[in-house]
């Protein structure tokens, strides 16, 4: 699934590959090469060649036009086979259980030494329906994780069909409900919509988001644009995509112009997304300069919840952004001006939404790429952020950037260089930084060898005056496609990297049923960890009763209510994650100007403008005077009232 070269060692099989004839298995069996997976590999009898197999990944195997022109036993028999040949050189499961149970051991052994009322602890660690390559919190309260339908199980091989064309390339999505625990029930599956995707198949499946980019339109509403069609090292697909958080339905719209495979996308201050970058649908290598602008100018901005954008389209914005490398960093400031912040040190540039134009910023000082690493907006009071720091993106590297004011500055390092970790803003303003790893799917032993440097699973923690400093660790390793979320609780969602959810799954081959919106059983390959951080432990929790239920407009005054008003010191807004790839767009921390008190109500004053805060859905904390959030309740930002 990366885009760099595919590295030295096994490789996926190949579409072909994978409908070996019988003969080939014959000879496979024969050879003795089908070790562990196949069991046993002849019949007691003699006669019989058919390799046996779990029912599971026969079911995998099974190709439902197979059995229309062979029969239903014929059919098995022919996906017996083609397990059989999948499972040459697989995973054992004693070792996937075996490395689990370390990690898990190790965790706990480490974590004696920090108190959680000053590091915050790691809690609850369950299974999960998907990867959680991608992730938004929703202003429901529930997350959105979604992904691709592996087609691999060994985790020292690619799971995803980034060359894979056809069926078997299928997106899949599941909404998490953290209101109903972390059972099965609390998983609803919401597949994106299935299409006939333009590979010349005619094979309709879930539509193949992944790698896709993501933003929030000021409805809630999520904008999914991008994904990978299959072959020639990722082609880039033009799906424009809109998942509805009321509803819990996608709705696709007109296709892009160009085809993105790892685009950026970022919510401007006026409600509209911009879309920048991906491989296009020439395949990888071909790196796109188009912007498109997402809804197209003669449309409304959704601001509504029943504003669903329907036959919508993109349009071309005026410049181009030519980005080399994918997945920049997009942000949004409070001057209205939309900053990318590329990966190359040089491809540094400011977008004018209004205007259509682009200006050349300042190249990065370091002079290094920077591949998958973090960026933030850092937090700068009631009117915005107008600074960002980069972190992240090189092994070898552990300094972070600051960019403010047209310039860029050092701020202080963090303990060592990873690539695709995951800096988060903290309902207090301070920045918490988990996952990460030495390289794409390189754990610090050589390319898709999942054992990993350990030092990776250290959390690390920026203090009001910018220090960081190592904590606890968490239970797996997570580097590429990693992700973590603020929940409205104020607790963490840590999640994603399938190679490492795969080489530490004690029932690789175990299936769940009871899935709401599934129509059998369910793999629970992915997992999720919760972090509790230090303000959690640290004494009681304002609590936040009443926030407004319609819309606010921006300078305006509001009211909530709390049943213990003296805790509550402050109020904040923090806007809720979608991010993939340590990119992450939407994250935004504003403080509310507090203009009275009169017994358990408290009223504050908006942000002053759309630049301070896009229109959107954000969740309100209130703070006691040490920093314990509320629970928070959603509001709404929008400059139509």
């Given at each position: ?5 595919p ?11 994978r ?36 029912s599971?990944?026969v ?84 997350v ?26 299928a ?23 299935v299409?006939?995707?333009p590979?010349?198949?005619?094979e ?23 994904g990978?069609?299959?072959g ?6 033009k ?13 696709r ?38 912007v ?47 900053y990318?912040?590329?990966r ?12 259509e ?16 690493g ?18 992240g993106?090189?092994r ?67 203090d ?9 660790v ?26 490492q ?9 175990g299936?769940?049923?009871g ?16 972090y ?58 504003i ?32 703070l006691?005077?040490k ?15």
């Open positions: 699934m990366s885009p760099s070269p590295p030295p060692g096994p490789q996926p099989p190949s579409r072909a590959g409908r070996l004839s019988a003969t080939a298995v014959v000879l496979a069996v024969t050879a003795g090469t089908l070790l562990s997976a196949v069991a046993p590999a002849v019949a007691h009898g003699g006669d019989d060649l058919t390799p046996h197999v779990d599971r990944r079911a995998e195997e099974l190709r439902q036009d197979e059995v229309a022109a062979l029969g239903q036993e014929h059919a098995e028999e022919h996906a017996r086979m083609r397990a059989a040949v999948r499972g040459i050189g697989d995973y054992p499961q004693t070792t996937r259980t075996n490395r689990y149970n370390a990690l898990t051991t190790s965790q706990a052994d480490h974590n004696k030494a920090f108190a959680p009322e000053t590091w915050g602890a790691f809690k609850e660690y369950f299974p999960s329906p998907d990867f959680g390559d991608h992730v938004a919190l929703l202003p429901t309260g529930k959105l994780l979604f992904s691709f339908e592996r087609i691999e199980t060994n985790p020292e091989k690619e799971p995803a069909p980034t060359q894979t064309t056809g069926k078997e390339n997106g899949r999505a599941f909404l998490w409900d953290p209101s109903k625990g972390t059972e099965r029930d609390a998983f609803k599956q919401v597949n994106p919509p299409s006939d995707m590979d010349g198949l005619g309709p499946r879930p539509v193949p988001f992944f790698c896709s980019g993501h933003s929030f339109l000021p409805n809630g509403m999520v904008g999914v644009f991008g990978n069609l299959g020639n090292g990722g082609t880039g697909a799906l424009s995509l809109i998942f509805d958080p009321w509803t819990e339905t996608w709705t719209n007109p296709d892009m112009s160009v085809g993105r495979w790892y685009p950026s996308v970022v919510t401007g201050a006026d409600g509209r997304q911009l879309i920048m970058s991906g491989q296009s649908e020439l395949g990888y290598g071909t790196p796109t300069p188009v498109e602008r997402f809804p197209a100018k003669a449309f409304g901005v959704p601001v509504k919840k029943t504003d669903t954008p329907k036959d919508t389209p993109v349009e071309r914005f005026k410049v181009n952004a030519p980005f080399t490398t994918d997945y920049p960093h997009l942000f949004s400031l409070n001057d209205g001006n939309v990318g912040f590329g190359q040190a040089a491809e540094q540039w400011k977008f004018d939404p209004v205007a134009t682009r200006t050349d910023l300042t190249a990065r000082p370091d002079g290094r790429k920077r591949n998958y973090s960026a933030v907006m850092l937090p700068a009071g009631a009117n915005g952020p107008d600074s960002a720091l980069v972190l993106g090189d070898d590297n552990p300094s972070t950037l600051r960019f403010s004011n047209g310039s860029w500055t050092a701020a202080k390092s963090r303990a060592f260089g990873r690539t695709q970790d995951d800096t988060i803003l903290l309902p207090n303003g301070r920045l918490m930084t988990v996952n990460g790893a030495y390289d794409i799917r390189d754990y610090g032993n050589g390319p898709y060898n999942p054992n990993a440097d350990l030092k990776y699973r250290q959390i690390e923690l920026r009001d005056q910018g220090d960081w400093q190592l904590g606890p968490q239970r797996l390793p997570r580097g590429y496609h990693s992700n973590a979320v603020v929940l409205p609780d104020g607790r963490i969602m840590v999640t994603g990297d399938e190679l959810q795969m080489a530490n799954n004690t029932d690789i081959d299936t769940v049923s899935i709401p919106g599934t129509s059998g059983p369910v793999n629970m390959n992915g997992t999720i960890e919760i509790e951080p230090a303000y959690l432990h640290q004494g009681d929790r304002p609590a936040l009763a009443n926030a407004p239920t319609a819309p606010v407009g921006y300078d305006r005054k509001f009211t909530v209510t709390s049943t213990t008003p003296g805790l509550a010191a402050k109020a904040v807004l923090l806007a809720p994650t979608t991010s993939t790839h340590s990119v992450n767009t939407s994250q935004r921390h403080d509310l100007r507090l203009t009275s008190r009169a017994g358990n109500r408290l009223e504050f004053q908006a942000p002053p403008d759309a630049k301070a805060a896009p229109p959107g859905w954000y969740m309100l904390f209130l006691s005077d920093g314990v959030p509320s629970v928070a309740q959603w509001i709404q930002l929008t400059p139509s009232v």
